[in-house]
């Protein structure tokens, strides 16, 4: 029987929280952009090393201020799939800030920090300097590309390596 471990997909409106989870979960890419409205939940079964989890993903919409009622959807979370736009570093603000709301209210929980349209180099707008930066302040840092697929597995395992790292440490502690 799988663990179950909900995760909340966080992130400014357009940095591609749904075609991540969209990649992640059914292994598609929609090139049409589509809306969320609230939230959209699914589920995807992923094993580490000898555990199994049931990642339950909640596709929060992006609001790029923080809702009220988003506060409630963070609750009970597991750990945060924080996502920016590389191409778009307004994006970075804005994620950080709605990062920082959301541990107000579920605590320090496990998160990756997704710098997301790895696929479009060329028009990029972090730069090493800034991912360093976030790498230095104790954040897990990948690049990814719902549009290729490049990096989004690697993605959401280190989050449940988290997951079950930091809950190792809690039963120690």
């Given at each position: ?18 075609s ?42 992006g ?24 191409t778009?570093?307004p ?7 709605l ?8 605590g ?19 730069d ?23 990096g ?22």
């Amino acid at each position: 029987m799988a663990e179950k471990r909900k995760v909340c997909m966080l992130g400014a409106t357009g940095v591609g929280k749904t075609s991540l989870v969209d990649r992640f979960v059914r292994s598609i890419f929609s090139g049409s952009y589509r809306t969320t409205i609230g939230v959209t939940i699914e589920t995807r079964r992923v094993r580490c090393d000898d555990r199994e989890l049931d990642l339950i993903l909640w596709d929060l919409s992006g609001e790029d201020e923080f809702q009220e009622v988003q506060i409630s959807y963070v609750r009970g979370s597991a750990g945060f799939l924080l996502v920016i736009d590389g191409t778009r570093r307004p994006t970075m603000e804005t994620g950080l800030r709605l990062h920082a709301a959301a541990r107000a209210v579920a605590g320090e929980l496990p998160s990756v920090i997704v710098l997301n349209k790895a696929d479009l180099a060329a028009a990029w707008e972090i730069d090493r300097a800034t991912e360093s930066a976030l790498e230095s302040a104790g954040a897990l840092v990948t690049r990814t590309s719902a549009k290729t697929g490049a990096g989004v597995e690697g993605a959401f395992s280190a989050l449940a390596r988290a997951m079950l790292a930091s809950e190792a440490l809690l039963w120690r502690g």
